[in-house]
C-alpha cells in the first residue's frame, strides 16, 4: 500500500510535459523554481491512480477517458483562490460613485451587466451586488452579476454563500449588517436580496465556446486572475474580454495588474477614485485610426 502524503520525484522532463500540458489547457504557468510545488501537490493524485511515476500520471492526464475529471481536479488543486470581502475599496468606490452612475446615465435600455471573472468563492460578485444595491439607481432595471471560475470546489462554496470572519477582513461593519444573516452556524449567510442578483458558472477564460454563454457586459471585474497567466494566454484572455465588452464598457483589474506589453485596445481612464480601463467607443477609435484627435 502506497503512503499517499510520499511525495513522488518529479523530473524535469516530466515537469515540463506536465507544465505545458496545464498552461494549454487553463492558463496558470508554473517556472522551473515552481517545480517542487507541482511535485507535493501532484503527488497524491499519482498515488491515488496507482500510478509509479509522473510520467505514468501524464499520459492519465492526457488520454485516459477520465482525463477531464481529473483535470478539473488539478485546477481545484492548483489554482491560488485568495479573496475577500471589499476588496481593494478605492477600486470599488469608483465603481459605486463613478462607473455606475455614468452607466445608468447613458444607457437607454435599462439592463445592466457585470462579470466577475475568475470569482473564486463568491466574495467578489457578492461584494458587487451589495454596492448596486447600496448605489440606489438600478431598482427599475434588469440586473445581472455573473461570477465565473474554473474550479467547481469554489463555485460550489459561492454558490451557498455562507462565509466566516476570514472572508470579511476589510468589509465595512455596516454592510456586514445589511447583507448578512447570522446562521446558527455562526457563520454569515448572504441574504436573499443579493443571492438572488447573482449567477454563477463554470468558464474556463481559454474556452472560446464556453465564453460564447457569456452575455455583452458592461463591466468586467477580472481581479488577481490573469496575474498567474504567461504572456500569450494574458493577450489571448484579454482580446477576448475586449469581444465581451459594450462600447465605452470597464475592464478592472487587480492594484498590481496592467495591461501594459497585452493590450493596446483599452483607453486607460482616471476617475476621481482610480484608474480604470475602458473599451473606446467604435467613432473613437475610428478617430484614432483616422489620425484625428
Ligand atoms: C486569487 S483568485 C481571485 C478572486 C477574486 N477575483 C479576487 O480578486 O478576490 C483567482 C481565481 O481565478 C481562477 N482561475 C484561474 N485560472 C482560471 C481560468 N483559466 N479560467 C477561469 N478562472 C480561472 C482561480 O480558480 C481562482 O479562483
Not at 200 to 215: E, H, Q, T, Y
Not at 253 to 277: A, C, P, Q, R
Amino acid at each position: 500500500m502506497q503512503n499517499p502524503d510520499q511525495i513522488v520525484e518529479m523530473s524535469d522532463e516530466e515537469f515540463r510535459a506536465i507544465r505545458d500540458y496545464i498552461n494549454n489547457q487553463c492558463g496558470l504557468y508554473f517556472d522551473l523554481p515552481s517545480k517542487y510545488l507541482l511535485e507535493k501537490r501532484l503527488s497524491r493524485r499519482v498515488h491515488e491512480h496507482r500510478l509509479s511515476s509522473f510520467k505514468e500520471y501524464h499520459y492519465y492526464l492526457r488520454y485516459d477517458k477520465n482525463s477531464v475529471d481529473e483535470l478539473n481536479k488539478i485546477t481545484d488543486i492548483l489554482t491560488t483562490n485568495e479573496t475577500y470581502f471589499y476588496r481593494e475599496a478605492y477600486q470599488l468606490l469608483a465603481f459605486k460613485d463613478e462607473i455606475l452612475p455614468e452607466i445608468h446615465a447613458i444607457k437607454k435600455d435599462k439592463k445592466l451587466t457585470i462579470w466577475s471573472a475568475g470569482c473564486s468563492t463568491g466574495e467578489e460578485p457578492y461584494t458587487l451586488a451589495m454596492l448596486i444595491i447600496l448605489s440606489n439607481l438600478f431598482s427599475d432595471w434588469r440586473v445581472e452579476v455573473v461570477g465565473s471560475d474554473i474550479s467547481q470546489r469554489v463555485l460550489h462554496a459561492a454558490r451557498r454563500g455562507i462565509y466566516s470572519d476570514s472572508s470579511f477582513r476589510t468589509m465595512p461593519e455596516e454592510y456586514k449588517n445589511r447583507f448578512f444573516t447570522k446562521g446558527d452556524d455562526g457563520k454569515f449567510h448572504v441574504i436573499d436580496e443579493v443571492k438572488e442578483m447573482v449567477t454563477f458558472g463554470k468558464v474556463n477564460l481559454l474556452d472560446s465556446k464556453m465564453l460564447n454563454l457569456i452575455p455583452s457586459i458592461d463591466i468586467i471585474f477580472c481581479r488577481n486572475v490573469i496575474i498567474y497567466f504567461d504572456l500569450e494566454t494574458k493577450k489571448k484572455v484579454v482580446e477576448n474580454f475586449y469581444e465581451k465588452l459594450n462600447d465605452a464598457g470597464y475592464l478592472l483589474l487587480g492594484h498590481s495588474e496592467s495591461l501594459m506589453s497585452i493590450s493596446t485596445s483599452f483607453k486607460l481612464k482616471h476617475l476621481k477614485n482610480d484608474m480604470v480601463y475602458q473599451k473606446p467607443l467604435i467613432e473613437d477609435s475610428l478617430k484614432v485610426l483616422k489620425g484625428g484627435d
